[in-house]
């Protein structure tokens, strides 16, 4: 039996974890992983608590889904609610990050994204994470 790459082995229960998503609008999931180790895992949903737009619908403003925390967010929060460090963490995600989710990340001191989906690449984005100095690299899908 073959065993896949660490790498591969991470981006699949990142795929694992969006379908845990419950804002249709986008099946998003991130895994932060130190030294082969899962630290946390986030998904799109709705805060603690809070109806899920599956649950209620959609809160648009602006064309944009207020009611959901992206996956990079909660898997940082996540991380944060149980003590572990994020600093040269490596996020592994099933889309490319938005801005504000790329500015969270640099400030959680990850070194590497890996990520599948070109979902909406922002250049800024792109800027900021080259200026920070996080390694991004671009997986095929399986």
């Known amino acids: 039996m073959n065993r896949p790459p660490w790498d591969t082995y991470f981006m699949r229960i990142a795929d ?38 599956d649950d209620v619908g959609h809160l648009m403003i602006e064309g944009h889904c207020v ?22 963490a490596v996020c592994y995600v099933t889309h490319f990050p938005c801005l504000n989710c790329t500015k969270m990340l640099i400030n959680a001191r990850i070194s590497r994204l890996y990520y599948k989906n070109d979902y909406r690449v922002d250049p800024i984005a792109l800027e900021f994470f080259k200026t920070a100095g996080v390694e991004i690299i671009k997986v095929d899908g399986e």
Do not use: W
């Open 67 to 88: 009611r959901t925390v992206h996956a990079e967010v909660n898997a940082i929060i996540q991380a944060a609610v149980f003590g572990l460090a994020t600093k040269d």
């Open 16 to 53: 694992d974890v969006a379908t845990r998503s419950t804002c249709d609008r986008a099946l998003v999931g991130a895994v932060l992983v130190r030294e082969k180790h899962i630290i946390s895992t986030g998904y799109n949903g709705s805060p603690a608590g809070l109806e899920h737009c």
